[in-house]
């Protein structure tokens, strides 16, 4: 039974077009985390809902933005993909604090 | 200096064989400390937690040295599923909830 459920798995956008990731969890978890994925490269942290207090990483772009209207839904706004965005963004929820991170499949982002 | 370091490999070695990854960490103030492994083009998935004492688990032990801030993860009796790419991962800092993620260390076991 998928517990961080992420869609698309896969998704084509253009440069400068805006586009929407999703991710949903099962697990009543309260923080929920977003993280991009470069080929080679460490998982990145972009930023992070505990409950509903939303956390920036320092260096987190503003083209990059998130939404979380309930538990179990937290979104991923990307305002004008530029090519340097491609990568895997995964999404990733704890119970609380550093605890153990369940990560969904990702969604492996193309920018044309 | 990155919050995380390890040694990226690849690591191949002959199934049966024991295999040691190192990682070190910057911030003395973590408290929480992983090993995740990664398959290619796949998420991270939960392999282990460290504790200080050190724990074991199968054909896995992961040892923690506070003093030195590094942390192993030895691999006995390697199987070709063990072929895997992986992570050290720690906490940045007590009560925070972010967690740091090394490089990953890449792992190949030959038949």
């Known amino acids: 039974d998928a517990m961080v459920i992420q869609n698309p798995r896969y998704q084509v956008t253009q440069f400068g077009k805006p586009v929407t990731l999703s991710c949903s969890q099962t697990l009543n978890h309260n923080v929920m985390y977003w993280y991009q994925q470069k080929s080679s490269q460490a998982p990145k942290l972009l930023f992070h809902y505990y409950d509903k207090d939303f956390n920036n990483e320092a260096d987190t772009p503003d083209n990059f933005q998130s939404r979380r209207p309930n538990t179990s839904f937290c979104f991923l706004d990307i305002r004008s993909p530029g090519l340097g965005d491609a990568a895997m963004y995964l999404c990733a929820t704890s119970i609380a604090g550093p605890e153990t991170q369940y990560f969904g499949p990702g969604t492996r982002l193309l920018v044309l | 200096r990155k919050e995380v370091e390890q040694d990226p490999g690849p690591f191949n070695v002959p199934e049966g064989a024991t295999v040691a990854f190192n990682c070190t960490y910057s911030n003395s103030a973590s408290q929480s400390f992983f090993w995740y492994r990664q398959d290619c083009r796949k998420e991270p998935k939960l392999l282990m937690s460290?504790?200080?004492s050190g724990n074991e688990d199968g054909r896995f032990t992961a040892q923690l040295n506070r003093a030195s801030q590094y942390i192993s993860l030895l691999i006995r009796d390697s199987k070709l599923s063990d072929s895997a790419t992986y992570l050290c991962v720690v906490n940045g800092q007590t009560g925070a909830n972010n967690l740091f993620f090394g490089t990953g260390t890449r792992l190949t076991v030959i038949p």
């Open positions: 460290v504790y200080s």
